[in-house]
């Protein structure tokens, strides 16, 4: 059975910093594709920060580029989002989510594997 459980959101102030983190059992990190995605309420769930490759092919969605980065511990199965600059427009749920066959995308509905969220505040 596939677990994947993020941690390390919370409230931070403008201009600061978090780094979420994505711990998987049941799967490893270093088939197919693992990311992050977010959701706010009524708001449809969207793909910010994927990787696959092993951790050496990251994926940004531009509203995030340059800000965010990804990256991949494959001895612990871990994936993480280093999130810089914050901006109170990017409070939301944040989403871990991984597959096994799907590489390279954004797109929700190709991801099997989803974690409860996180919640970050920007404020």
């Known amino acids: 059975q596939v677990q994947l459980v993020e941690s390390g959101g919370g409230l931070v102030q403008p201009g600061g910093s978090l780094t979420l983190s994505c711990a998987s059992s049941?799967?490893?990190?270093?088939?197919?594709?693992m990311g992050w995605f977010r959701q706010n309420p009524g708001k449809e769930r969207e793909g910010i920060a994927v990787?696959?490759?092993?951790?050496?092919?990251?994926l940004y969605a531009d509203s995030v580029k340059g800000r965010f980065t990804i990256t991949q511990d494959n001895a612990e199965n871990t994936v993480y989002l280093q999130m810089n600059n914050l901006k109170p427009e990017v409070t939301s749920m944040y989403y871990c989510?991984?597959?096994?066959?799907?590489?390279?995308?954004?797109?929700?509905?190709?991801?099997?594997?989803w974690g409860r969220g996180t919640q970050v505040t920007v404020s």
């Open positions: 049941g799967y490893t990190a270093n088939t197919g594709c």
């Open positions: 990787v696959y490759g092993g951790g050496g092919f990251p």
């Open positions: 989510a991984a597959d096994d066959v799907v590489v390279g995308t954004l797109n929700v509905g190709w991801y099997k594997y």
